[in-house]
């Protein structure tokens, strides 16, 4: 494990190096595109005065020669063959410019899921480093708080590491591509080529509001902000409708019981569960339904999520999960059910889709809250 862990963190160095050379490409490739504009502007200049010369000298043949006629045409063909050559230049430019820009995408996912990768071998083989019947007992009778608190602390830390690379490889980058690209705008608005403006800025636009995406799903990643002002079943059922329009994934979310507001944590704890559990069927079932249901009772809450999958055999995936090969996220929902004293059970089987159920008890002292 601690050799894979290695690897994988090679692979990432490795990828992070791609990044950087892709990203100065980019960046020179950028460059190239000012400078290839500003050639056409002056080539387009020439190339009308060479036009405008040779219907002067073609017109008044008392005073220029045929020579003067051929020199004037050979002229304006050359600077007409040069603005061809400098357009299509452009073009192949803007081109790589788009290429280089969605591979620079991809290897940010790929190093985005190599370091998540990594984090989840380093929690998986802190586990297997220690003393597991010395664990086992205390989570069992809950009484190591120093044991608690350090993994609480180190989800913290994984979180902001998560969110500083979201910020850097996200709205960062993207604010750094739209000043590069508004100096380019800058430049041709300067020279009247208002329709390149145009598009430039309808290109920029586009990032903008790619940007403006990924702010707003880092902020909601941190915290659904109507947890707090709405309440636990309307945030739900906003969500349920986002993944609907973004997976195409029809849900059909239930409600039983009367609903009570839960104390913040638990709240939180119900959505999270709810939100990995949509994930996974997305990633891995190749569902095309699914259905979430929220029971409310007075000493507990019971989730029910099932869908139409491709489904899985429960004990080959249990094994994985034992052996820290996958299943990461089914992994981390046991793991918030038990911090929360409740149970989980999964039902399926190949080509049957799945079903999990997750029963969170409430005490007396949580409702007071």
Same mark, same amino acid.
């Given at each position: ?5 290695y ?12 990044w ?26 020439e ?5 405008i ?6 017109r ?6 045929e ?23 452009e073009? $192949? ?31 998986? $083989? ?41 910020? $850097?490889?996200g ?11 508004s ?9 009247q ?56 994934i ?27 559990a ?5 990633? $891995? ?24 999958g ?60």
């Amino acid at each position: 494990m601690q050799t894979s862990k290695y690897q994988i963190f090679e692979i990432c160095e490795s990828a992070r190096g791609e990044w950087g050379a892709l990203n100065n490409e980019l960046h020179q490739v950028m460059e190239e595109v000012a400078r290839t504009i500003d050639e056409v502007d002056r080539l387009e200049v020439e190339y009308k005065r060479s036009r405008i010369r040779l219907t002067e000298v073609s017109r008044d043949f008392h005073r220029f020669k045929e020579e003067d006629i051929r020199i004037a045409y050979e002229a304006a063909t050359q600077m007409q063959l040069q603005l061809i050559m400098a357009r299509e230049k452009e073009h $192949h430019l803007r081109l790589r410019r788009d290429e280089l820009q969605k591979r620079l995408r991809n290897v940010d996912k790929t190093i985005e899921r190599a370091e998540a990768l990594v984090g989840q071998m380093n929690v998986v $083989h802190e586990y297997l480093s220690g003393d597991l019947n010395q664990v086992t007992r205390i989570l069992e009778s809950a009484k190591n708080r120093q044991l608690l608190g350090l993994k609480i602390i180190l989800a913290q830390e994984e979180e902001r590491k998560r969110i500083a690379r979201e910020i $850097h490889d996200g709205p960062a980058q993207a604010m750094a591509n739209m000043v590069l690209r508004s100096e380019i705008a800058e430049r041709m608005l300067a020279r009247q080529d208002y329709e390149s403006v145009k598009a430039e800025l309808s290109d920029l636009k586009t990032q903008v509001r790619l940007g403006l995406e990924e702010v707003r799903k880092i902020i909601f990643n941190l915290r659904p902000m109507a947890l707090d002002d709405l309440g636990l079943i309307p945030t739900l059922r906003k969500y349920v409708q986002d993944f609907e329009d973004r997976t195409k994934i029809r849900v059909k979310f239930e409600v039983i019981g009367v609903e009570a507001r839960l104390p913040s944590a638990m709240e939180v704890a119900v959505f999270r569960l709810i939100q990995e559990a949509l994930a996974n069927v997305w990633k $891995h079932s190749k569902a095309t339904h699914t259905h979430v249901q929220l029971t409310y009772q007075k000493q507990m809450v019971q989730i029910v999520v099932k869908d139409n999958g491709v489904g899985f055999a429960v004990d080959k995936m249990e094994a994985k999960i034992k052996r820290g090969n996958a299943h990461f996220g089914i992994m981390g929902m046991r793991e918030r059910v038990e911090l929360l004293e409740g149970r989980m059970e999964i039902v399926s089987e190949p080509d049957a889709g799945a079903k999990v159920t997750m029963v969170i008890p409430i005490r007396l002292e949580q409702r007071e809250e």
